[in-house]
């Protein structure tokens, strides 16, 4: 029997002309995401599924799939698919780890580099005209805060906190990390969250999001942090209690923020975070090259391809469901 798949957007890479020769393939052309609805509708009588971290896979939409033999998601965090459920149903989910470590922790540094020198508050003064002989170059014009020579506190030293801490290492940093599993990296010292905190002029969080890591910079934890601290999220938005962070920044107990997730995307226009000028914004494109972009797309179709051949997953987040 020919396996059905639904690829829930175009995708870049080489692999994905190859798949139609492994299966019956349906993909969704848009424009834009498709909605929950949609993903039902399209998935109703498919074997496999590759999707991205936009498509909800949660327990209703799985109870409405009973033909569903894989799931293939084209990022690396899954915390938009219920694992629970699916392995429930031995159904195995693939992920794309790797290649996307070195443009996240890129992503990392272009954040925190560009929250503490302000540049996107300084582009911004430049094009609305309000460079002028009154308001020019002064001792304290645009001063920001040193990256090179700072602390920084990693949390999560897996592969992309470690890729962060490889940069901060060229910039002359002191690097502290955290990690729930105690990991020696050569040059990091380990220490505990809360002298993470206490210590780092920048932090920048790298942990999955799950529910032991919702919220776990919590007004409590941004508390703990310097006042002329910086804040960087590449993870996933659900991490930080964004109103508590947005309090801090605006009462200037923290210095600012860079922010490439939100708890809710597309992030409403009403976000709190999105009205103060010290926060640098970025629409969740921590892996976002052309080139890393294949590279994810090609892995993603590569496990649909094992999962259609009865072969196990090259990168699989469940493979307790193969034994
Ligand atoms: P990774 O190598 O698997 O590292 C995952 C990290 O999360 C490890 O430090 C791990 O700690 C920690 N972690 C997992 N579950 C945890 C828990 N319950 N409590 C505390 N720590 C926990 O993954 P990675 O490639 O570095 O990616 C990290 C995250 O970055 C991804 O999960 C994804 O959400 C996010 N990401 C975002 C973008 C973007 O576009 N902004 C791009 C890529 C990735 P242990 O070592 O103890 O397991």
């Known amino acids: ?3 059905k798949v639904f690829v829930t957007h175009q995708l870049p890479g ?3 002309h190859d798949l139609a020769r492994y299966c019956e393939l349906n993909m969704w052309m848009g424009p834009g ?6 993903l039902r509708q399209e998935l109703r009588g ?16 799985l109870a409405a799939v009973p033909d569903l033999e894989f799931v293939s998601s084209m990022s690396v965090g899954v915390d938009h698919v219920d694992l629970s459920a699916l392995s429930a149903r031995n159904i195995p989910l693939g992920n794309t780890p790797g290649v996307l470590v070195d443009t996240t922790a890129d992503t990392a540094f272009a954040l ?16 609305q005209g309000n460079w002028t002989q009154k308001n020019a170059w002064a001792p304290d014009f645009f001063t920001g805060k040193d990256v090179s020579g700072a602390t920084i506190g990693i949390i999560g030293l897996g592969q992309i906190g470690q890729a962060v801490a490889r940069r901060a290492a060229g910039f002359g940093m002191e690097i502290l990390a955290w990690n729930r599993t105690s990991r020696q990296v050569p040059g990091v010292e380990s220490v505990s969250l809360e002298e993470l905190l206490q210590r780092s002029d920048f932090v920048s969080l790298h942990v999955a999001l799950s529910d032991e890591t919702r919220y776990l910079m919590n007004a409590e934890r941004i508390a703990l942090m310097k006042s002329d601290a910086i804040l960087i999220n590449t993870a996933r938005g659900g991490i930080v209690d964004e109103e508590a962070l947005a309090v801090a920044l605006a009462d200037g107990h923290l210095a600012a923020a860079g922010i490439d997730v939100f ?9 709190a975070l999105l009205s103060l000028k010290n926060v640098v914004v970025a629409p969740h494109i921590g892996s976002a090259t ?3 972009r294949g590279k994810m797309a090609d892995i993603a179709v590569e496990n649909a391809i094992a999962a259609l051949e009865g072969r196990p997953m090259i990168h699989c987040v469940n493979p307790d469901v193969y034994r």
């Not at 580099?113 to 540049?119: C, K, S, Y």
């Not at 809710?264 to 976000?271: F, G, I, L, Q, Y």
């Open 46 to 61: 498919c074997h496999g599924l590759i999707c991205l971290l936009t498509d909800r896979v949660d327990a209703t939409l």
């Open 1 to 3: 029997m020919t396996k």
């Open 263 to 271: 708890e809710n995307e597309p992030v409403s226009p009403d976000n």
């Open 33 to 38: 995401l498709l909605g929950v609805e949609n």
């Open 14 to 16: 080489a692999r994905i």
């Open 290 to 292: 052309t080139l890393t």
């Open 112 to 127: 925190m580099l560009a929250a503490a020198r302000r540049v996107v508050e300084a582009d911004n003064f430049v094009r």
